[in-house]
Structure formats: structure tokens, C-alpha cells
């Protein structure tokens, strides 16, 4: 295991000395944490990491000579440590997680108290210590390519038309959840997306998964209708909760105060399906650290949905799908790569 006495050891790489010097000295105020070294790029991070062994990497996704994306195609082969990336408002932070970065925390812009993101970034590095690693594979095939392969639809099934899929993923969870979703098919019943990710970056995620999923894909907005063929992306620091209207389903988007740690919580959505969706429901919980979605979901169980797990050997951390299961929430465990495929199934038993 990586810690050892309770310490991780973390490397800094950036080629800004002033954000160098900025991460060095707040993580090294933490008693969990010791800064092993840093790198200023690519070739002295590739040559340090070897001598250095450490246990969680920081790294900015933008450096010259190589980037912090070519840095990780790169470097994870050879040494499978946990990136974290520190990034500013970027797109290409999801082409460094689906290179196989663990988690990405943002940058402060001047608006966010920098003790705050010191304190999220000592905790992603927490989590992170004790995740998988796994180097990325080649790059998806847009969704223009990807109708040579599509996958069969549905169809018009009465039985789903009041249906309802919630969703809910942490840490690892960028790339499973597209994982799961670039399996289903353009006329899926409506789905109900947390994700646990920073303000700013939900909208491109959603934009994200728009343009590789067959279904359409954004973030969710209050008051928006659910219909089959749409999946909403819960968008950050709000709570998102599915409601019934006559017989339709909106959801509605708030402020409020964080559940389970998080704001939005996969809790709030999951307890809100089993409390308004009446007809047929499923609800998937996928990777991530600590509890959240577990109540959930198991509130969902009990109001007579299906639900499925992610397994342990395919969760990049196995912390909230293995509350989940423990608590009795979980009716099916399946592998990152077969949850599409137990949901259709159910789907079109129905």
C-alpha cells in the first residue's frame, strides 16, 4: 500500500515557480502529507518520478515541452501512480482523465479562498493514494463514427415510457460513467446524472458525453422535462431532484446545503426518485469515495427499483458502491464495462 506511517508522499509538477512554490508550502502544512519533490516539466517530472516513488503526483494539465496529457500517456505505463490534475477552467481536463488521470481539482481564479482549495486538494490526494491505476486507452471515436456500430434500440415499449434512471459517480467516475452511457442506446428512458466535479466544468462534462453518446446529453437547467432519449447532467453546487408533475417528470435544480458531504449529492437525487417516480426506476452507483448514494439508493430498493453496483475490480475507488452494497442498497454488481448491457436487459424485460 502506498502509506506508509499515515504519510503520503506527493510530487509537484508545474512550470509556474510561483503555483510550485504556492502547492509545496500548503500541502506540506498538512500532517498526512509530505511534498517528496517537484518537476517543472515533462523530462524532469519522467526523471524524478523513478527516484522519487511517489505516492500521489499533482500536475497541471497545461506546460510547455509536454503537456500535462502527453506527460501522463507517457509516464503511467511505465510508473502507475495517481495523478491528480490541477487545472484551470479546461476542456482538456477530461482528455487527461480518460489518459487516466484519478481527479482533477481547479485552479483558484481569485474568487476561491485558497485555503479551501488547499483543503480539497490535500483531500482528493487522500483518496487518490488508494485508487487503481489505469492507463488510458486510445481515444474515442466521435459520435458520427460510432452510428457504424449503434446500438439497437428499444423501441416503443409503453412499459418505459414513465420510466426513470438516476446515476451517481465520484472519483473515477468521468470516464465509467461514459463507459456506461456510450453503451446505451439513443432512445434510452430519460437519466438523471450526478457526478461529483467543481462549478464550471458540469457544462462541458455534459457537452462531453453529448458529442459521444447516442443520447442527447447536457446539464440540467430547473424546471427541464425528462423524455426518453435525454440524459441530464446535475449541475454543480446545485441539488437536483427529480419531481412529478401530473403525470410527468421535471427536475428542478436548487441551492442548498450539502448532503453527504456533497452539493449536488447522488442522496438527494436517488431519495427523490423513490419518493416521486411511480413508474418502473433503476438507479447505478459507480465509483467513488466515502457514503454518498448509498441511502439513497437504498431508499430506491425499498420503493421496488433495480439497482446495480459497480463491481471493486473495476471501480477506480470502491468506497461508494461498496456502501451501497453493504448496506443492502445493490440488487445487481456488475463491471464498469457490463452495466450497460444488466440495465438493457432489465429494460427490456419490462
Known sequence: ????????????VDDSAVARSYLIRGLSAKPNIQVAGFAAG??????????????????????????????IKKLLPVYQVPVILVSSLNLRVFDALDAGAVDFVRKPDGTQNKDEFINTLAQKIVVAASAKVRPGRPARRPRTEAAAEPVPPLGPRPALDGAVIGLGASTGGTEATLEVMRRLPADIPPMVIVQHMPPGFTRMYAERLDKICAMEVREAA????????????????????????????????????????????????????????KGPMAGVIMTGMGRDGGDGLLAMRRAGAYTIGQDRESSVVYGMPMVAFDIGAVGVQASCENIAGVLLRHLREL
Open 222 to 277: 430547473d424546471g427541464d422535462e425528462l423524455y426518453r432519449g435525454l440524459a441530464l447532467v446535475a449541475p454543480a453546487d446545485f441539488q437536483c431532484r427529480v419531481v412529478r408533475t401530473g403525470g410527468r417528470y421535471r427536475v428542478t435544480c436548487k441551492p442548498g446545503d450539502k448532503v453527504s458531504g456533497h452539493r449536488p449529492s447522488v442522496d438527494v437525487l436517488f431519495a427523490s426518485m423513490a419518493e416521486n417516480v
Open 1 to 12: 500500500m502506498a502509506l506508509q506511517e499515515n504519510v503520503i508522499r506527493v510530487m509537484v
Open 42 to 71: 515533462a523530462s524532469e517530472a519522467m526523471r524524478k518520478v523513478g527516484e522519487l516513488r511517489p505516492d500521489v503526483i499533482t500536475m497541471d494539465v497545461e506546460m510547455p515541452e509536454l503537456g500535462g496529457i502527453e506527460l
